[in-house]
C-alpha cells in the first residue's frame, strides 16, 4: 500500500514592482500637480507676466517711451509689434526665478520627505525617473508660460489700442519671441531640476540657481576687465533673454539658435551631472 504525498504548495511568483515608462510619466504627473508649491508658482508666473505687461505697456503710453513721443503714425509695424513684444515678454525676467525655484522644489521636496525611496524603490534603474521628471516638468512649464505670454499679450493690446498701437498676435515677429521665452522658461526649469538633483537641498540648490541667473551677471558687469564682455553672452540668464529679446541693434549679438545653443550647454551640464550623482549616491 503507497501512501499519497499531499502536493507541495508553491510559493506565489513574487510581482514585479518595477513600472514601465508611461506609467512612471502617469506618476510624475500626478506627484507634479498634487504639489501646492507647484499650483502656487504658476499662478505666480502668470499673475507676474499680467501684472509686468500692464505696467510696461502703461509706461510706454504714459513714461515718455517710442509710444508717447512719436504716436502710432510714427511708428512702422515692426516697431508697433516689437512694443507688445517687449510688454507681453516682460515678464519673462521675473517668471525665471518662479520656474527656478520650482524646478529644484520638484526634486529636493521628494528628499525632504523621504518619497524619494519609493521612487527609485518602484524604478530601480533611477534614470527613467529623472527623465520622466524632467520630461513632465518642461511640458507643463512651457504650457503654462506660452499661456502667461500669449495673456499678457492681449493686456498689452488693450492698453496700446487707445493709442491705434496694433499687431497680429500670429505675427512671426511677435509669436516667435513669445515662444522663445515660453521655451527659455523651460529649460530654466530644467536647468533647477538639475542643480536640486546634485545637492538635494532645497536652500542650497535654489541660493544657487538665482546666484547663476541674477548674481553671476552682476558680478561680471562689475569686473572692469575687457574679457569680461566676451563672457557675458555666455552666461545663462544672458544667452536666455536673448532668445526673446530684440537685438537687431547689437551688431555682434548673438542669434536665437546661438543663445538656444548655450543655453542648451547650461541645461546639459546640470542634467549631465545629476546623472551621474544620482546614479552613483544611496537615495
Known sequence: MTTLTPPVARPAQRATTALNFPGVLRSEWIKLRSLRSTIWSYVILVVLALGMALLMSLSFISG??????????????????????????????????????????????????????????????????LAAKAMVLFAVTFVMATISAVGAFFVASAVFADSDITASLLDADVILPILGSALYLGLVALFALGVGTMLRSSAGGIATVVGVLLVLPLVLQMIPAEWVADVLPYVLSTAGVGMFSDTSAAADAPSFWENLLIVLAWVGASIAGATVLLKRRDA
Do not use: K
Open 64 to 129: 515718455g517711451g517710442p509710444a508717447a513721443e512719436m504716436g502710432p503714425a510714427g511708428l512702422s509695424s515692426e516697431a508697433q509689434a516689437g512694443l507688445l513684444v517687449q510688454a507681453s515678454t516682460f515678464g519673462a525676467f521675473f517668471g525665471q526665478l518662479v520656474v527656478a525655484v520650482l524646478g529644484v522644489l520638484v526634486i529636493t521636496g521628494e528628499y525632504s520627505t523621504g518619497m524619494i525611496r519609493s521612487t527609485l524603490a518602484a524604478v530601480p534603474t533611477r534614470l527613467p525617473a
